[in-house]
């Protein structure tokens, strides 16, 4: 959530209003914020001021009673103040509640290095990774070749649950187990302390990093519970240090976490309709880092290498781009996408997010660190990207590793995963 003291200032107001609409954000949201904001304050003015009304008479009541006078007249009055008070404290907190609800819907500032732009035709490509492999034959999409092999079955996956889920077979099951196993090898020995969470959470870790309200439609809801199976591992593991101050001595925090992945795709009807790129149910190993606000930018920028790590190490090629104005998330000052070349598609597809969402989350859940004993609470910056997409990195590996004759190749890293064979 965006620090609603900094929108007093005239020249952070101004700026967030073009924000606003670099974003392609409601710019009147900011303004019931605004009105919002201003009853705030004349309402806590006028609660205050009655409060310290009603302790003033209390005292006179109690100066009186000690000398033994009648003080009749100023209980009855002390008792019509206090019920203003209530009065008061209740406009109060209804305003506080309202005004939560329309600030929590406003996006963040993006960072000053954020192209302006509509749509991710004005992404800015930073890096380009890797040569595209030409094949001396048609190269198959992924759900051709794993179906031809008997590594995915959607058709049964659709009796059992419905569309949008799979089977992985033999040679693909075990793929996906290595690559997870793999990634997570790979980030602990670069000093991310592993972490499994649980795989729901509940609405107030949502609110924490920003998916409610404003995304309640894209997740699933277990009925009778306040539980929602998690969409990534950024909710559950973000949310571990809320409402905690931690030692910015031991800052950053570096966390990988593993976890299944469940989205409902709302709004995605008719898009990747076959394979595995557009699933209800996949596989994530995320990385998450809580910083100290003055290297939160060097340290997403460490983030992003280590998930390019994981792409490189497989020798999948891919690129870098910094999401524009008009297609960065909600909550997200700046935003890398890695995106893998997918030779079946002929196609870069995305394969990692890598986010710095500033102190915008650690308000909205309430994560601060101190320097020293006697240091000023601050709230902490939070990072966290996809190092990487279990299911999307199998498509990739399927694609780009596929032989003429319809085998696969095991990538020389992934070998000993393998028994050191050489194909799937």
Not at 102 to 115: E, Q
């Amino acid at each position: 959530m965006i620090d609603l003291k900094k929108i007093s200032d005239e020249a952070f107001l101004s700026s967030y209003k073009e924000n606003l609409k670099n974003r392609k954000a409601d710019v009147h949201a900011l303004d019931e914020v605004l009105t919002l904001e201003a009853q705030r304050k004349e309402l806590t003015s006028e609660f205050e001021t009655q409060r310290a009304e009603q302790n003033r008479v209390s005292q006179e009541v109690g100066r009186l009673k000690s000398k033994g006078e009648d003080a009749s007249a100023i209980i009855a009055e002390m008792q019509i103040l206090s019920q203003q008070v209530k009065e008061a404290g209740k406009k109060l907190e209804v305003v506080k509640e309202q005004l939560l609800k329309k600030a929590s819907g406003l996006p963040n500032m993006s960072h000053a290095s954020v192209p302006v732009g509509q749509s991710e035709e004005d992404n800015k490509i930073e890096k380009v990774w890797g040569e595209i492999k030409n094949f001396s034959f048609k190269a198959k999409e992924h759900w051709e070749l794993g179906e031809a092999l008997g590594f995915i079955d959607f058709e049964r996956a659709g009796k059992v649950t419905g569309s949008r889920f799979a089977f992985l077979r033999g040679g693909a099951a075990r793929l996906e187990r290595a690559l997870i196993q793999f990634m997570m090898d790979t980030h602990a020995k670069d000093g991310y302390e592993e972490i499994i969470p649980p795989f729901m959470a509940n609405s107030k870790s949502f609110f924490g990093t920003g998916q409610f309200p404003k995304f309640i439609e894209d997740v699933f809801h277990v009925d009778g519970t306040d539980y929602y199976l998690a969409p990534t591992a950024e909710v559950p593991v973000t949310n571990f240090y809320a409402n905690e101050t931690l030692d910015g001595a031991k800052l950053p925090q570096s966390f990988t976490a593993y976890s299944p992945c469940f989205r409902s795709e709302a709004g995605s009807y008719g898009k990747d309709t076959k394979g595995l790129i557009r699933q209800h149910q996949f596989n994530k190993v995320e990385l998450l880092k809580w910083t100290h606000p003055e290297a939160s930018y060097e340290e997403h920028e460490g983030l992003t290498r280590q998930a390019e790590k994981i792409l490189e190490l497989l020798e999948l090629p891919y690129r870098r781009s910094t999401l524009c104005s008009g297609d960065i998330s909600f909550g997200a000052a700046k935003c890398y996408d890695l995106e893998v070349w997918l030779p079946g598609q002929e196609a870069y597809r995305e394969i990692s997010s890598c986010s710095n969402f500033e102190d915008f989350q650690a308000r909205r859940a309430n994560i601060r660190f101190k320097d020293g004993a006697k240091g000023k609470p601050q709230y902490v910056h939070t990072l966290n990207g996809s190092g990487l997409a279990v299911g999307r990195t199998l498509v990739a590996i399927l694609e780009n590793y596929q032989t003429e004759d319809g085998k696969i190749k095991i990538p020389t890293v992934l070998k000993p995963y393998f028994f050191n064979a050489d194909y799937l």
